[in-house]
């Protein structure tokens, strides 16, 4: 007697995604007709059957929600699940949560996992990976089976969802203005996540400023690794003479407030340092670190919504508008800055 198998182990023998197989399975037209008789010879031969209880799962609903985050140390992202969770826990939903680990691997798998499983909608933030690569195909296979998802953070033009996001480039401006406004002249950027939506739209904001600015400079400093690089992060405020120092994460601005402390600068006397996300880092840094807020919470908790309206109210996919939904920041000021 052949054990029973399971759609994961076809979509493993026949190389192609979980997604693929279960479309060829009912004769999708999306599908080629030469991947669907391949999945249908490979399913007739070990008798393959549809797992009852998961398709009774997928055809009703389960009040679960999928949430997706790219790393669960960073207190933002902390924050922003704590937010969907008392949302969802307070209208009788729960949650299951996956970490992609900023992989688009791990993003692939987890999504189409919990697509075949028991979740009603996605909540997610793109993984680092999946935003350099630009592979959103996954989303969108998802959005034509006409379970929603909605974006938060890292989010994508490209894919057709609801999203909650901050003005990530204002927010910039007005960090950037501040600094100005204080008598900073020359202004380092430092980050890790330059590659990333939310990196690219705080640059921005920032270049936009000091260009409408006589006598103030920029200068960016992209890191990849923290630890790594911290020698890299000495050598350039020791020979470029910042009075500013713009962290567009929080590690970052910490990191940088850390290393101008040991090489003698006075903070914010000598040099100011604004960072983003207000979490632990910023409140238990010394001198205490001035940084703009996204409110991760209330972003979370408003994620959560926007996606449980969708479903309470069922929206035909012929009537489906994606809305985005902004949340504002704000400037916290702390001992890090004048």
Known sequence: MRKKVTLKQLSKELNLSISTVSKSLKNDPEISKK????????????????????VSLKNSKTNTIGVLLPEILNHFYAKVLFGIEQEASKRGYRIVTCITDESYKKELEYLEMLNHSSVDGFILALSQETQILNKLDHFKDILKDEIPIVMFDRVSEEVDCDKVIVDDKDASKRAIKYLIDTGSKKIAVISTIFDLSV???????????????????????????????EKKIESFLKNNHIDAVLGLDEAAAAVAMNIANKLGYKIPQEISVIGFTDGLLAKHSYPKLTTVSQHAEKLGASAAQMLLERLENNVPKIKYKAKTEIVKTSLILRDSTK
């Open 199 to 229: 990196g690219k739209l705080r640059l921005e904001g920032a270049l936009d400023i000091v260009s409408q600015t006589k006598g103030v400079t920029l200068m960016e400093l992209p890191i990849k690794n923290l630890e790594a690089e």
């Open 35 to 54: 991947t669907i008789n391949r999945v249908h010879e490979l399913a007739n031969f070990y008798n393959y059957k549809p797992n009852a209880l998961a």
